[in-house]
């Protein structure tokens, strides 16, 4: 059976000792539940990728992309709500949104802005693509 906790900060604080190696885990919301936040992940010895959350146990919970299908066509993504944006238009989402772009660039998944999503950024966010560094800015 999965593991579900009400959010990922609950996850990281979980001493349950059922989390191990191999396990897969699914979360509410990143902060609460409800707040768009909620993910898969899969428990491993080693950090996968940006959406890597290092648990109480020492082992990691290693994002899944979440998938979806219209129109006849299979959508990969990744919602900048997993990385612990907040989107209130008051917190700042610079970090949250960085490992998100960096995650999105390295698997090839889309990234994902909810509906109402108001991402406060405070510096600019800069990626290499394989040729050069793009800006992003808004």
């Not at 992940?41 to 959406?51: D, P, T």
């Not at 290092?54 to 990969?76: E, H, I, R």
């Not at 990385?83 to 949250?96: N, S, V």
């Not at 990626?127 to 050069?132: F, P």
């Amino acid at each position: 059976s999965i593991l579900t906790f009400n959010s990922a900060v609950e996850l990281m604080e979980s001493t349950n000792s059922l989390m191990k190696a191999g396990k897969y885990i699914t979360t509410r919301g990143y902060y609460e539940a409800g707040d768009l936040g909620g993910a898969t992940y899969k428990i491993s010895e080693k950090k996968e990728g940006y959406g890597s959350i290092q648990l109480y146990n020492g082992l990691y919970a290693n994002l899944q992309p979440d998938s979806y299908t219209s129109g006849g066509t299979k959508w990969v993504v990744l919602s900048v709500k997993q990385f612990g944006a907040k989107g209130d238009g008051i917190t700042d989402d610079t970090e949250a949104l960085r490992k998100a772009i960096y995650e999105s660039h390295i698997t090839g998944k889309m990234l994902f802005f909810p509906n109402g999503c108001n991402c406060l950024i405070s510096d600019t966010l800069n990626y290499y693509n394989g040729e050069y560094y793009e800006i992003i800015s808004w």
